[in-house]
């Protein structure tokens, strides 16, 4: 790959991933294998103007050593400095550059019950300072090639080939090419998000029914309040970005608690480096009442038991069959891109901003008007060829919204 189509990929994830201005501090979470690429978002960076440029490194390997030999008390523990730098974000509000390049293998073999029970441990204190975040700031996930992730989505191939692959595959679904323009690709792009979640919010639905062939039979209500979203949003100091890329989804926050049917998964879902399989969940009074798995049922369990909002749904999005990610007809194991090719549902945490007003309200406003609150936010892809989604308004008028896979409004 060139360098210099890396470099204007690198330049995107700045200037409209997330949108750094002049005198902002930013925040760049990368693997240690990608110090290269963190390095050219450093340099990005400050040529927009960011004062100052932080970077915090993970490794897998480093990772699963600690699980292995420390104390659940001892991970658990949440020293001073931590909380102050917690505490900082808050108040400094860095731009966040979040890039994603695991095995989706790496964490197999982990003690998930210890993972489990350490982030329920920490997640009282860290809570009110991600509360307190909330659409406060900018952030961007993107993503660059690792070698054993590389090789998992490509394993016919040696590691090199591997590797350019998946590199000409994230550029693809993110519009950067040798000689073109993504900057201004994204602008348009974001134009048409914005057209259809006009359209889509003009119904004001009451709720959506799904079903496809494979047994998914589903209604899911939403607030009053539930507004559409989609492509960039905005943040409360009015700055402008793109939380994912790639993005192709329109999604919303549902009422808590008012979901009734069963979800049938259409693609294996990567939780906390262990794969999922053929998974599905039956929902009774809003909640997950049961669930299954033929492979990876343990750490679904684990997922669905992180506490009381995780068998509760945050998040409904609609992304169709013939979306430029799926019909590139490549599994990345990477929710962040197997997101972008099929509709999905996301257990746990719900968005304050969508919904209507979400400015004027405070975060426990928002959670009283039926926003789901949860330590986690876990997308599952639902999204078949036939699938058919149905709006119901408040008047109970149906409005197709999806047909065989597809957007028909």
Sequence with gaps: MKKSTIKKYAKLIVRVGANVKKGQTVNIYASVDQAPFATMLMDEAYKAGAKKVNLEWSCESTYKVRVRNESVKTMSTILPWEEEKLKWMTEELPCRIIIESDDPDGLKGVNMSKVQKVQQNRYPIVKKYSDALENRHQWTIAAVPGEKWAKKVFPGL?????????????????????????????????????????????????????????????????????????????????????????????????????????????????????????????????????????????????????????????????????????????????????????????????????VEGYENMTVEECRELGVNDSMIHVDFMIGSEDMEITGYTQDGTAVKIFENGNFVI
């Excluded at 709720?207 to 209604?219: K, P, Q």
Aim: charged residues 25%; negative net charge; proline residues 4%.
């Design 158 to 354: 040696r590691k090199n080939a591997a590797m350019e692959k998946l590199w000409q595959s994230i550029l693809e679904t993110v519009y950067v090419t040798d000689d073109n323009d993504p900057i201004a690709v994204w602008g348009e792009i974001n134009a048409g998000f914005k057209s259809r979640c006009d359209k889509l919010n003009s119904y004001k639905f009451d709720r959506l029914h799904y079903s496809s062939s494979n047994g998914t039979d589903f209604d899911c209500w939403l607030m009053p309040q539930s507004r559409w979203h989609g492509g960039g949003d905005t943040d409360l100091n009015g700055n402008y970005f793109n939380p994912n890329m790639p993005t192709v989804e329109i999604f919303t926050t549902p009422m808590k608690g008012r979901a009734e049917g069963r979800v049938v998964s259409t693609k294996p879902l990567s939780y906390r480096g262990q794969l999922i399989e053929n998974f599905w969940f039956e929902f009774k009074d809003g909640k997950v009442s049961d669930f299954g798995a033929e492979k990876g049922y343990d750490a679904l369990e684990k997922m669905v038991t992180m506490d009381e909002g995780s068998r509760m749904i945050g998040e409904l999005a609609l992304v169709q069959y013939d979306s430029p990610i799926n019909n590139q007809n490549i599994l990345y194991y990477s929710t962040l891109f197997d997101e972008n090719a099929s509709c999905h549902i996301a257990l746990g945490r719900g968005f304050n901003d969508c």
